[in-house]
């Protein structure tokens, strides 16, 4: 049994998809929770509402996770609203896709301010409110080891730095004791990624299951390396991915 009793978490990006369904996840196994959104509140809302009915705190906190002021920020508030912070999930992300030849700067610039510099940016905030027995869980994608469509590249890309990233949160953290690992969804049934979208059928060929997650599966990993029973995992990747890199 996963017990996350008494623990406060920031999940960051969580207004929707699997972001949402970590959020509900570290509820469900007792974590107080503040989600990050940007052009949601509805949905946040949703979010938070769920929390709540399970008897737990939650809090959601308007921030852009690509501006470095509003990343830092929404760490601040979080630890104010909780009380503390045990747990950051760096799950924030947005991916455009086009050929190298045809990219815009103003693209790739966005990508790698969410995807990178939002997760080193909010990680940095939240070191010192981080306790022994910490975490650090940030969310990549399988694509990081696999392109899938090279229209993906630049954004895979992004996501490839994570990797990078969670291992050297690993060496950093590991003395004080706090865990840092990257989980890697494959095809995951979300707004961004349909189990009915256009290339659907082609990325379910990849997988040996052949079938698309659901964000319950991204979750379950998440609340797991949350969880006292991954105390000795650190600089860990774990793929959610259905066998796609089998």
């Given at each position: 049994?996963?017990?996350?009793?008494?623990?406060?978490?920031?999940?960051?990006?969580?207004s929707?998809?699997?972001g949402?369904?970590i959020a509900?996840?570290l509820a469900e196994?007792?974590a107080?929770?503040?989600?990050?959104?940007?052009n949601?509140?509805?949905?946040?809302e949703d979010?938070v509402?769920?929390?709540?009915?399970l008897?737990?705190k939650a809090f959601?906190?308007?921030a852009?996770n690509?501006d470095?002021?509003?990343?830092?920020r929404?760490v601040?508030?979080?630890v104010?609203?909780l009380g503390?912070?045990?747990?950051?999930?760096?799950?924030a992300g947005i991916a455009?896709?086009n050929?190298i030849?045809?990219?815009?700067y103003?693209d790739?610039?966005?990508m790698?301010?969410?995807n990178?510099?939002g997760?080193?940016?909010?990680t940095?905030?939240a070191?010192?409110?981080?306790?022994?027995?910490?975490?650090?869980?940030n969310?990549?994608?399988?694509?990081a080891?696999?392109?899938?469509?090279t229209?993906?590249t630049?954004?895979?890309?992004?996501?490839?730095?994570l990797?990078?990233?969670?291992?050297g949160l690993?060496?950093?953290l590991g003395p004080?004791?706090?865990?840092?690992?990257?989980?890697q969804?494959?095809?995951t049934?979300?707004?961004?990624?349909p189990?009915?979208?256009?290339?659907?059928d082609?990325?379910?060929?990849?997988m040996?299951l052949?079938?698309?997650?659901?964000?319950g599966?991204?979750?379950a990993?998440?609340?797991f390396l949350?969880s006292p029973a991954?105390?000795h995992?650190?600089g860990?990747?774990v793929?959610?991915d259905?066998?796609?890199?089998?």
């Amino acid at each position: 049994m996963i017990d996350l009793s008494g623990k406060r978490a920031l999940v960051t990006g969580a207004s929707r998809g699997i972001g949402a369904a970590i959020a509900v996840a570290l509820a469900e196994n007792g974590a107080d929770v503040a989600i990050t959104f940007q052009n949601s509140p509805d949905r946040a809302e949703d979010v938070v509402s769920k929390i709540e009915s399970l008897g737990r705190k939650a809090f959601a906190i308007q921030a852009d996770n690509g501006d470095p002021v509003a990343a830092e920020r929404s760490v601040d508030e979080a630890v104010a609203a909780l009380g503390g912070l045990d747990i950051l999930v760096n799950n924030a992300g947005i991916a455009r896709y086009n050929m190298i030849a045809d990219f815009e700067y103003e693209d790739i610039d966005a990508m790698f301010a969410v995807n990178v510099r939002g997760p080193i940016l909010t990680t940095k905030a939240a070191i010192p409110h981080l306790p022994a027995g910490g975490r650090v869980i940030n969310i990549g994608s399988a694509g990081a080891d696999r392109i899938v469509g090279t229209p993906g590249t630049v954004y895979y890309m992004t996501k490839s730095a994570l990797q990078s990233f969670t291992r050297g949160l690993a060496q950093e953290l590991g003395p004080q004791n706090i865990t840092s690992n990257l989980v890697q969804p494959g095809s995951t049934n979300t707004d961004m990624n349909p189990a009915d979208g256009e290339s659907s059928d082609y990325q379910r060929s990849l997988m040996p299951l052949g079938r698309y997650g659901e964000p319950g599966d991204v979750a379950a990993a998440v609340a797991f390396l949350a969880s006292p029973a991954a105390k000795h995992i650190t600089g860990s990747i774990v793929t959610v991915d259905g066998g796609l890199l089998a």
